[in-house]
């Protein structure tokens, strides 16, 4: 549990001593008024002194009348003055760490909004980026095998390269995968990868059956499929792909946040899926939820990827078909 800020720990501190003094001045001012009373009470009890004795019975009712002075008169200020001051000094304490919170709300609401154009701004700068990709495709046609693979895996270089802004991703295990439709075969296979590292990149990929998993379901449907956290109940029925599917053990733990997006130009079939995983948590989230966070929309960055990954497999395909004629 966090630590109460200090402004408010002072400023209960001051209240408390502020009821501790109202309490004890109010607690001698009795003790003297109703002492000053009894003292006064048992002068008159006394006897009048004679010559050359001790006028006791004076002493003690002028004694006790001094205590009720005190007590009603002195103290009553004493009281005024210091328990006001202290209640006073805890309303301005209280007041200025009410001012010192709004002051951080504001700062916040500030530094997310410069936070927000800033990610906008590379936003804008990968799409210009992709925007060129595509651009090359009509310049150079369509190309063999390889050059089509390399400019995939030069689209999931742009997003790669921004990775932490756009997605917050930092020292974890990400992935940037395209899959593409193999209608010879039936099934979604990997045509480019990007991972931290070439080798997890070039490894193997597992071909994906239409239907089965996350990416199997977005192509079907046609629909992106985003999680917080693919461990969450609500995500299962999505996310979870049976071993006989090719699902792994340790696929929850290692694709922990994803966004699956579709690859489709306008109402045509699709291409296939736009993949980018994390093995942490909250690195994308759905749009349901993009109310409540108030952030910026990680999943949006994909989408414009899509977009262009659906042009430039068009236009090739054009180009292709126009080569073969």
């Not at 309490?23 to 050359?52: C, D, E, N, Q, R």
């Not at 925007?131 to 095998?145: F, I, N, Q, T």
């Not at 059956?209 to 609500?234: N, T």
Request: glycine share 10%; hydrophobic share 45%.
């Amino acid at each position: 549990m966090a630590k109460p800020d200090l402004l408010s720990r002072i400023a209960k501190r001051v209240a408390a001593t502020a009821r501790w003094v109202r309490g004890v001045s109010i607690g001698v001012k009795i003790i003297l008024v109703f002492g000053g009373g009894a003292l006064s009470g048992a002068a008159k009890l006394l006897p009048v002194a004679k010559a050359g004795e001790v006028p006791w019975q004076g002493i003690l009712g002028w004694l006790g009348v001094a205590f009720v002075f005190i007590g009603g008169v002195a103290l009553l200020l004493l009281d005024r003055d210091q328990s006001a001051a202290l209640a006073d000094a805890a309303e301005a304490i209280e007041a200025a760490h009410v001012d010192r919170l709004q002051s951080a709300k504001v700062r916040s609401e500030r530094d997310q909004a410069e936070d927000l154009v800033f990610r906008q701004a590379r936003l804008v700068a990968v799409a210009t980026a992709l925007r060129e990709a595509a651009e090359e495709v009509l310049l150079g046609g369509p190309g063999d095998g390889v050059a089509r693979r390399a400019r995939l895996e030069r689209v999931l270089d742009i997003l790669a390269s921004q990775k932490t802004t756009l997605f917050d991703m930092a020292d974890e295990r990400w992935n940037f995968a395209i899959y593409l439709h193999d209608e010879g075969r039936g099934v979604l296979t990997c045509a480019a990868c990007s991972r931290p590292t070439r080798a997890e990149g070039d490894a193997p990929h597992r071909d994906i059956a239409p239907g089965a998993g996350h990416v199997g379901k977005v192509f079907i449907s046609g629909r992106e499929a985003v999680a917080d956290d693919s461990m969450k109940a609500e995500y299962r029925d999505m996310f979870e792909m049976p071993t006989e599917q090719g699902g792994k053990p340790d696929d929850a733990m290692v694709y922990r946040s994803i966004a699956s997006v579709p690859i489709r130009l306008g109402r045509r079939p699709l291409f296939g899926v736009l993949v980018a995983t994390s093995d942490e948590a909250g690195r994308f989230w759905p749009r349901a939820l993009q109310a409540e966070r108030a952030g910026f929309d990680t999943v949006e960055p994909l989408r414009v990827c899509a977009g262009t990954l659906a042009i430039v497999l068009e236009v090739s395909n054009l180009l292709e078909t126009l080569k073969g004629q």
